[in-house]
Each structure stands twice: as structure tokens, then as C-alpha cells.
């Protein structure tokens, strides 16, 4: 819970989180709307139950990303792409 925590409240202080390394993070019902997110590494993350609504994920690494638990259609206008090297 403390790491959702933090993390909710670095996105409110709007704190950009690109480029971060969040492999294996577990991060469960943070809070990330409307973040920056862009070339991040989610690779093995839990984000069961997180918000992104509106965040910006453009070319992060999801391999293995656990996102169980959120509404597909809150959830729409979050999007991963891949980058160079990444499956």
C-alpha cells in the first residue's frame, strides 16, 4: 500500500514518472491518471486495480504486466507501444 500510495502522490504533484525502471513493481489501486508514463519498464509489474485514465504510456515495456481488476472501458484511452528490442 505504501508504494500506491507515494505513487499516487508523485502523479498529484505532477511529477513526471518517463524513462523510470518500475520492473516488478506492485503498485496495486494507485491512482496514475492523466501521468507521464511515456518510455517507462512495467515489465513483470502488478497494477491490479490501478487508474490510468488518460495517462500516457507511449513506448513502455509491458512484458508479463499483471492489469487484472480494471474496467476496459474506464481504461480506453491508455495505450502501450512497443519499442525497439521489446516482444
Known amino acids: 500500500i505504501a508504494s500506491s500510495n507515494t505513487i499516487t502522490w508523485l ?3 505532477r511529477i513526471s514518472l518517463s524513462g523510470k525502471n518500475f520492473k516488478g513493481i506492485r503498485i496495486t489501486w494507485a491512482n496514475l491518471s492523466h501521468s507521464l508514463l511515456s518510455n517507462s519498464d512495467f515489465t513483470g509489474a502488478d497494477l491490479t486495480g490501478t487508474c490510468l485514465h488518460q495517462s ?9 504486466l499483471n492489469f487484472s ?11 502501450f507501444t512497443p519499442i ?3 516482444k
Open 11 to 13: 502523479n498529484r504533484a
Open 56 to 64: 500516457y504510456l507511449t513506448k513502455s515495456i509491458a512484458d508479463f
Open 69 to 79: 481488476g480494471n474496467n476496459s472501458k474506464q481504461y480506453s484511452k491508455f495505450f
Open 84 to 86: 525497439k528490442g521489446s
